[in-house]
């Protein structure tokens, strides 16, 4: 089956959220949705979301999931929000829990912070299926980005999160705690393994250099045959010596802090203190 795909982008994030519905009916998924954020005063605003819930309720569609590729270092996550307005179970990937346990101990959470990923409604593990409406979504665990990183094979269409960019962009980085390049690269090749016309949806885009347009949507033959990190031919050995190099050059995401601590937590705020309100922590010297 072809499902609809509709996708929204944030630019203050250059990430890609998309709403996934059976070609015929009403059911929809919300994948990798994004709560807009300001570090300088640390106010939350949801318009992004609020754009999502107008063209769900605009086509009159029934969110059945709202699921999470893996736990994103650069964006907030609405799911919380977008599940109170629009219903749906919130799904990731089963390896939540080493990702919980590491940054639990990275942001000195309390006993009060559970580890286990209840706090999600469904974890993914690889081979699991679900489905929207009569759509029948599979899950591939793809870990390398990050260790609880899955993609998405929804009929023709596969949600890569932040393994595969754009081929003329490449792949994720793999430095974070829990990230492997060498893990990345047989992650990928479950990927490309899929049919050659299956639509590939990438997490982000950056617009590489000498493309003037955003974009989102590739194949799997295109990525084979173009992706600069791992198409046409290249080698294991060289993927992972170039990502290497390439990650040790890169600076943390600028939300990566705020972005970790609500994440691990399906979406939510951390509790609120004793006076009402929720506080984020940075960890000196910490990442």
Known sequence: MTPHVTAFFDEATNTLTYVVREPEGRAAAIIDSVLDFDYASGRTDTRSADAVIDFVRREGLDVQWILETHVHADHLSAAPYLQERLGGKIGIGANITVVQDTFGKIFNEGTRFQRDGSQFDRLFREGD???????????????????????????????????????????????????????????????LALPDDTRIFVGHDYKAEGRDEYA??????????????????????????????????????????PSLQVN???????????????????????L
Not at 153 to 174: E, K, W
Not at 216 to 244: C, I, P, Y
Not at 264 to 286: C, F, I, Q, T, W
Request: with cysteine; aromatic share 8%.
């Open 129 to 191: 299926s679900f489905h929207i409406g009569q759509l029948r979504g599979d899950v591939l665990h793809t870990p390398g980005h990050t260790p609880a990183c899955l993609t998405y094979v929804i009929g023709d269409a596969a949600f890569v999160g932040d393994t595969l960019f754009m081929p003329d962009f490449g792949t994720a980085r793999c430095d974070f705690p829990g990230g492997s390049a060498e893990t990345m690269w047989e992650s990928i090749q479950k990927i």
């Open 216 to 257: 989102w949507e590739t194949t799997v033959g295109e990525q084979k045959r173009l992706n600069k990190h791992v198409g046409a031919g290249k080698s294991k050995e060289d993927f992972v010596r170039m990502r290497s190099e390439r990650d040790a050059t890169l600076a943390m995401p600028k939300l990566i802090i």
């Open 264 to 286: 691990m937590r399906a979406g939510h705020l951390p509790e609120p203190e004793d006076n009402g309100v929720s506080y984020l922590k940075v960890p000196v010297n910490g």
